[in-house]
């Protein structure tokens, strides 16, 4: 009979490179936000996939890039802590001709451990396959990787073949997790999580960056299967907050409208979700309001 295996797999790749996507793929269910812009995910999240054969723990970091503030070193920090804590590491980029500051910078990084590092080029339905021998070739001479595994997390290929590969690398070990556990992340980080994924989609580039979701309150009303949420979208400036509100309330409007559906799929529950916007300038520099919106730098 086949040893049960156990293991941590973290994710880590620069910005918006589809670590967020792949994941919520192997596990078969949304956990981590997605989004076009850079720096989507804040925080280190933890997703388990657990099978007969095993359970693997995913966890999926922030992009590592050079930070520009507070918030930014407290997200490379959470990413390149994982190296050194897990059994193996996927290193994730995109399918270009040429290996950019970015990734040559997280090459030298995973140069100083041991752990097992398995390169997986993302988006592979984007470019032809002879041009993806070359960029094989190109990463091959700069590291020595265990594995070199091509893929589309959007479209699921190759995904399969990643798992089986996983488990040749996960020592035996124990159910770290019950089996119908998906994630470590408490439910109201999710349900902020998804509030701020739906302003990502819907403002302009400048203002994302600058906006945390805390929420207030998350209260079941009575025995009917409803429930009341509040939730306070954090902005750095006035003209953030008129953009966030839009004309006549609509833009904050179609946020709460696409948020509430996935929040109720997401419970299981009806939900009443009351939106409100508060300035803080200048937050992603403050360590007194990093904490109190989940950034904390005592969990690194």
Same mark, same amino acid.
């Given at each position: ?8 797999? +973290?994710?880590?790749?620069?910005? %918006? ?14 956990? !981590? ?7 989507? +995910? ?35 920090? +959470? ?33 100083? &451990? ?20 070359? &960029?094989?070739?190109?990463?091959? /001479? ?5 594995? &070199?595994?091509?893929?589309? !997390? ?28 998906? +994630? ?19 403002? /302009? ?19 009917? %299967? ?50 409100? &916007? ?13 904490? %109190?919106?989940?950034?904390? /730098?005592?969990?690194?």
């Amino acid at each position: 009979m086949s040893q049960f295996k156990s293991g941590f797999v +973290t994710l880590i790749g620069r910005p %918006n490179v589809g670590k967020s996507t792949l994941m919520n793929h192997l596990i078969g269910q949304k956990i !981590a936000i997605t989004s076009n812009k850079p720096q989507t +995910t804040r925080n280190k999240i933890q997703t388990i996939l657990t099978e007969e054969r095993g359970q693997v723990i995913f966890i999926d970091t922030p992009g590592i890039h050079k930070p520009s503030h507070k918030l930014g070193e407290y997200m490379v920090n +959470t990413a390149e802590k994982t190296f050194k804590e897990v059994d193996v590491v996927l290193f994730l980029v995109e399918p270009n001709d040429f290996i950019g500051k970015g990734d040559s910078y997280i090459l030298e990084q995973l140069q100083k &451990i041991k752990t097992p590092v398995i390169l997986i080029i993302n988006k592979i339905d984007t470019v032809k396959k002879e041009e993806l021998l070359t &960029i094989i070739a190109k990463y091959q /001479k700069q590291y020595d990787f265990k594995e &070199i595994i091509p893929i589309s !997390a959007l479209q699921g290929e190759n995904t399969g073949q990643l798992i089986d590969i996983l488990y040749n690398y996960l020592p035996e070990g124990p159910q770290f997790f019950p089996e119908d556990m998906i +994630t470590d992340q408490p439910e109201r980080h999710l349900v902020s999580e998804l509030i701020r994924e739906k302003t990502l989609r819907l403002l /302009k580039d400048e203002i994302p960056h600058g906006i945390a979701v805390v929420i207030d309150q998350m209260k079941k009303r009575g025995e009917r %299967n409803l429930i009341d949420i509040d939730a306070t979208i954090i902005c750095e400036k006035d003209s953030h907050k008129r953009i966030i509100i839009g004309k006549q309330g609509t833009m904050i409007k179609e946020i709460g409208t696409l948020a509430r559906e996935e929040i109720e799929g997401l419970l299981g529950s009806k939900v009443n979700l009351q939106l409100w &916007i508060k300035i803080k300038k200048n937050w992603r520099d403050s360590d007194f309001l990093l904490n %109190n919106f989940g950034y904390d /730098k005592r969990e690194q």
